[in-house]
């Protein structure tokens, strides 16, 4: 069994349900409320620098040419397509929905929307990475766990779209597209494989520190989901 075979082995449970929350299986089928949708945009876009940060960190940290170069790549698509469609999405909810963002979400319609308590736990927790790690294996398995956990929501519903034909509004469809597909899906098999190969350089202490890393972010990844499923405010 290999090291990340492992890694999920051992977080099984936890993995399957950071897969299947509520959240992401009604975004997959267009069901999910709008005011929920803006409330998981404005969250996630709260971290959204810090996730570049956490990549300019791999990239320090990686000894590897032809993996700084696959890294840097990553970096530009984060930059583009995928900050365009946060602008692009709240821009169309506060359009078309703006009354019942209104009146569930008032809080997140500010110049300074409310960070909910689960993202202020998820900051902290990838700013030590940034402040802390000084092993490339440890912030390339926090960075594997969370787009792992993307692809997976992705995958799990994506058999449901085809067989039910679903056709997806852009404010939907764009997100699942972002994190499924073979672009995607072969950039987490190099992160799996990043894993495999800097853990052969791990202490024992090392290696025991990206346990605690992947189990930890799967939670932070649920908490995450469950928070902004749940705000109203």
């Not at 190969?197 to 202490?205: D, F, K």
């Amino acid at each position: 069994m290999s090291k990340v075979e492992q890694l999920l082995e051992k977080n099984k449970a936890k993995f399957q349900e950071s897969i299947t929350h509520p959240l992401t299986n009604e975004l997959c089928d267009g069901t999910l409320p709008d005011y929920k949708l803006y409330t998981f945009l404005v969250q996630d876009l709260q971290y959204f620098h810090i996730a570049l940060r956490i990549m300019g960190k791999a990239l320090s940290l990686c000894t590897n040419g032809d993996s700084l170069v696959v890294l840097g790549k990553q970096v530009a698509l984060l930059a583009g397509r995928e900050n365009d469609y946060f602008d692009i999405t709240m821009g169309i909810l506060k359009e078309t929905s703006l009354k019942e963002l209104q009146e569930n979400i008032p809080l997140l319609l500010t110049d300074s929307p409310v960070r909910l308590l689960q993202v202020k736990s998820y900051i902290q927790f990838m700013e030590k990475l940034i402040d802390n790690v000084t092993c490339y294996a440890e912030i390339i398995t926090y960075i594997y766990v969370m787009e792992k956990v993307y692809l997976g929501w992705a995958q799990y519903n994506s058999e449901k779209l085809k067989s039910q034909q679903i056709k997806l509004a852009y404010k939907h469809q764009e997100w699942i597209d972002l994190h499924s597909g073979e672009e995607f899906e072969t950039w987490v098999e190099f992160l799996a494989n990043e894993i495999e190969r800097a853990s052969t350089e791990c202490s024992p202490e090392q290696w025991a520190r990206c346990n605690a890393i992947f189990a930890e972010t799967v939670q932070l990844e649920i908490n995450f989901f469950e928070g902004c499923y749940n705000f109203k405010g």
